[in-house]
């Protein structure tokens, strides 16, 4: 009988090992999924150039305008960590393209790309904005995007941080005879959730107003969509386990980076924009975002749009929301 009972706890014991080691496995797997993602580095900018031309004819004539006269700025700052004052850890500089306005302008956006996605995937939007608006433009690279430094993408929540410095940086180059600039940060999918997240903090006065393009509510909701659409699992243990082991790793856990949640605290004026038919960022996110920003705030969904297209699809239309809130509040 002893005998039995001994076995039987070796066999539990043998299972709750195997059980602790298979979700600490798929945890770090579903991170590095995440975070990780093969193509967030390395990219060619030729080759993206040459993407972009096919992709938006209508843009080739300002792209090569603003290439031959040297008016696309690459740059590359370093940046300190918020609270420490120090280098961050893991990068050595964060990378932007910068585009000054045909004519001196204090106007400025701030355009901050999505999940993966480099400077050059935001040229598009760059010519309607420096080109229709006569714009000032700053495409800031995230955390481990493009040629920025890192090794780890930060969903949009330290990122805030760092647009928010950039923003800093367009103010010092753009700024009027009042000695500042008047910004407006326009972000799509991450970008979008990055803008977000941006503003609910205490930001400067010289940015104006927001537009989000596609934004999640909060990285906990994309992970567990993702998680049931693509791997059929539920939230639980492996995103409660990821999610820790994010927070041990690079100091936030899913659920912490929330733009519902900082939405809630944005008082300035923000535009909400989201695809009809977006199966990535599914649509129905962008209504809890609306209903928790307080006013000042306008929406927009476009009628059959998959993520991130609804400029493409709709740039008239997209183009005239943006005008009409930036005329009423940049």
Not at 86 to 107: Q, V
Not at 188 to 194: F, P
Request: net charge positive; proline share 5%; hydrophobic share 40%.
């Amino acid at each position: 009988m002893k005998k039995c009972n001994k076995i039987i706890c070796w066999v539990g014991g043998i299972i709750v090992v195997l059980l602790i080691i298979s979700i600490l496995g798929g945890s770090i797997y579903l991170l590095s999924y995440a975070l990780f993602p093969a193509k967030n580095k390395g990219r060619d900018y030729t080759a993206q150039y040459r993407l972009m031309r096919k992709r938006y004819p209508w843009a080739v004539s300002w792209m090569d305008s603003v290439q031959r006269t040297k008016a696309l700025r690459d740059t590359s700052v370093v940046m300190k960590n918020e609270q420490t004052g120090l280098l961050l850890a893991d990068s050595t500089r964060l990378h932007a393209l910068i585009i000054p306005a045909p004519k001196k302008d204090p106007r400025t956006v701030v355009l901050v790309p999505g999940y993966t996605d480099n400077a050059v995937d935001m040229l598009h939007f760059a010519c309607f904005y420096n080109r229709e608006l006569g714009m000032n433009v700053v495409i800031p690279e995230l955390h481990a995007n493009g040629k920025s430094g890192g090794e780890a993408m930060q969903m949009g929540w330290n990122d805030r941080h760092d647009v928010l410095r950039w923003a800093s940086i367009a103010d010092s180059l753009f700024r009027d005879a009042t000695g500042h600039a008047r910004i407006v940060i326009h972000g799509w999918s991450m970008g979008g959730a990055t803008t977000m997240n941006v503003s609910g903090m205490n930001t400067p006065f010289y940015i104006k107003c927001f537009i989000e393009d596609c934004g999640y509510t909060s990285a906990w909701d994309e992970f567990s969509y993702e998680l049931t659409e693509t791997f059929g699992l539920s939230d639980f243990p492996l995103l409660y386990s990821a999610s820790a082991l994010c927070k041990i790793a690079f100091g936030w856990s899913f659920g912490e980076a929330s733009p519902l949640k900082q939405v809630a605290q944005c008082h300035k004026p923000m535009l909400l924009i989201h695809g009809g038919n977006d199966t990535f960022v599914p649509t129905r996110m962008i209504y809890p975002l609306y209903a928790a920003k307080p006013a000042p705030k306008m929406m927009i969904v476009f009628h059959g749009s998959k993520h991130a297209k609804s400029f493409k699809d709709h740039r008239e239309l997209y183009s005239r929301w943006v005008k009409r809130f930036l005329e009423r509040y940049l």
